[in-house]
């Protein structure tokens, strides 16, 4: 168990269960003494441990006057606090978009767009991100707005990192307006929630050698490797121009509008069909079981970067993932699919059941990927009978002495390219 989870263990994991919390009788009635620190910006609170400081201070007023200092300071904090009624954004709206899915450790840009539907200006508007999950960072915070014209809208952006696989649930984001002297702000505008799925770091995987002894031809190879750099197929998007790519693939529009040279990227009609299975049996956060994870993150973005599409297996999934090709949309669905994986202990004799029906006369390469040397040898012998060109892979913490099993060890996954 990761330790930093303790420091989050009595706030609910999912957005569902932490509004259900502030529900609660024991939040309700809690709400009257956090109010003031609700409504307070940072200064604002501040100010108020300075003005306590000052006042305990000078408690005796015959023998000093420092309460010359804290009395004003005290009436302007109050002359606040019942101004904050005449600055609410009225007819403004906060919204929030975060990508469908980010790799584990990369920065998350999210965005958030104020648009004014009033027919005033609104001033020295402060945008606050939510108390993110354990696995969270913020990297930057949303800077604050000076002026939304009326009939604006205006975008800013806030940054963070996540660290844990799966689906995340953010809380909402909140814009408000602060009183002068920013001591206080107005009351609340606030977003939906933000979803999005945080996937796996995929491992550097080499699969020269393993197509070379599947029977792949050096053209073929070849064929695959110009898949994006030119080859003919479907079209799946656009990307940067690298030198040697051919001229008729510019896109211009995207070359207009980035002012950088792009091109087509295109599905290569010649892709091979791929199978990659993961046996998810193991415990959470146990380290062959995430490093299998993220092995098997490198595999399928390996044959998919060769033009390959790939059906990926996952024993703790009912449903197998059809059709992973280079197309990012697509990719980023059999990552995601990595992403949800939990702990599950499928005998291999049904996991292999369900591979065969997934086989076919064009199924190219065939990897299996277990974190369990004792399980990969039960699913090898049965890949020897039924697909004798296929690999099965082990994902362990110690060297194996296995012919026919690759192990491969968690430090080379975190420390170098793997050779399959």
């Not at 995929?202 to 073929?220: C, I, M």
């Amino acid at each position: 168990m990761k330790l930093a989870r303790l420091n989050h263990i009595l706030i609910p994991a999912t957005k569902e269960g932490r509004d259900k919390a502030r529900r609660s009788w024991l939040v309700r009635l809690a709400r009257p003494f956090t109010w003031f620190g609700s409504v307070t910006t940072r200064e604002g609170r501040g100010l108020s441990l300075l003005i306590a400081f000052m006042a305990l201070s000078g408690a005796d007023v015959r023998s000093t006057r420092v309460y010359w200092l804290w009395v004003p300071l005290f009436a302007v904090l109050m002359v606040s606090l019942a101004a904050r009624r005449w600055f609410k954004l009225t007819g403004v709206t906060l919204s929030a978009e975060a990508p469908p899915t980010v790799t584990e450790g990369e920065p998350l840009e999210l965005r958030l767009t104020l648009v004014n539907h009033g027919r005033e200006a609104r001033h020295a508007i402060r945008i606050a991100g939510p108390f993110l999950p354990w696995d969270g960072a913020w990297l930057r915070h949303a800077p604050g707005v000076a002026v939304l014209p009326a009939g604006g809208r205006t975008t800013r952006s806030a940054t963070a990192r996540f660290i844990e696989r799966g689906d995340h649930h953010l809380d909402v984001f909140q814009a408000t307006q602060l009183v002068p002297f920013r001591l206080t702000h107005g009351p609340r505008v606030v977003s939906e929630g933000c979803r999005f799925c945080v996937v796996p770091r995929p491992a550097r995987v080499d699969l020269n050698a393993l197509l070379d002894r599947l029977g792949t031809d050096g053209a073929h190879r070849d064929a695959q490797t110009r898949a994006g750099r030119g080859g003919r197929g479907d079209i799946i998007g656009v990307r940067a121009y690298r030198a040697g790519d051919p001229i008729r693939d510019l896109h211009m529009r995207t070359w207009a509008r980035t002012g950088e040279p792009h091109v087509r990227e295109y599905q290569a009609a010649e892709s091979g069909r791929s199978v990659v299975v993961l046996d998810a049996a193991g415990e959470r956060d146990e380290p062959a079981f995430e490093a299998s994870i993220r092995f098997a993150a490198g595999v399928l973005s390996a044959l998919v970067e060769r033009g390959h599409t790939v059906d990926l297996i996952l024993s703790s999934a009912e449903h197998t993932t059809h059709g992973v090709n280079k197309h990012p949309d697509s990719l980023a669905l059999g990552l995601a699919a990595l992403a949800r994986t939990r702990p599950q202990l499928q005998p291999p004799a049904e996991l292999w059941s369900r591979v065969e029906r997934e086989l076919g006369d064009d199924t190219l390469a065939l990897v299996m990927i277990s974190p369990s040397p004792a399980r990969a040898a039960e699913l090898d012998e049965a890949l020897r009978r039924g697909h004798p060109r296929g690999l099965c892979v082990a994902v362990t913490r110690r060297e194996g002495d296995s012919a026919r099993i690759r192990e491969v060890l968690v430090s080379e996954l975190e420390h170098g390219e793997v050779q399959l």
